[in-house]
């Protein structure tokens, strides 16, 4: 089987902080992470208005997780959409932390808010 041209690419961007989504050759969304203490610290999620209703956040969100899983990271799920996907997907329970005032203390400073 081989896959259409147009078909989703998701990459890990380590130097932006993120995970993108790449379709047709051009970016159509992120899930921005911070790392702290062994954890990814999801805080942000968006798909362009140009892509939206193609299900492309959840499978940016389903790659990304699964990478951090092969990465031997743990999930914070700061960002509503992510901390959606894993009440409805329980195949991350294992590798997702609460989100605390700690930590949420933490990425204000890290992020300058």
């Known amino acids: ?32 992470y911070r790392d702290r203490d062994g954890q990814r610290v999801f805080f942000h999620t968006e798909i362009d ?3 939206a209703g193609q299900g492309l956040a959840g499978i940016l969100v389903q790659e990304a997780l699964t990478h951090v899983r092969a990465s031997g990271l743990r ?8 901390a959606k996907f894993l009440k409805e997907h329980d195949g991350f ?6 989100v605390t005032p700690e930590v949420l203390q933490w990425l204000g400073g890290v992020l300058g808010r």
């Open 93 to 98: 329970a294992d590798i997702t932390d609460p």
């Open 1 to 32: 089987m081989t896959q259409q041209a147009t078909a989703p690419l998701v990459r890990n961007v380590d130097a932006e902080h993120c995970y993108e989504i790449v379709v047709g050759g051009e970016r159509a969304g992120l899930t921005a």
């Open 49 to 51: 208005d140009a892509h």
């Open 75 to 82: 999930i914070v799920p700061v960002c509503p959409y992510v």
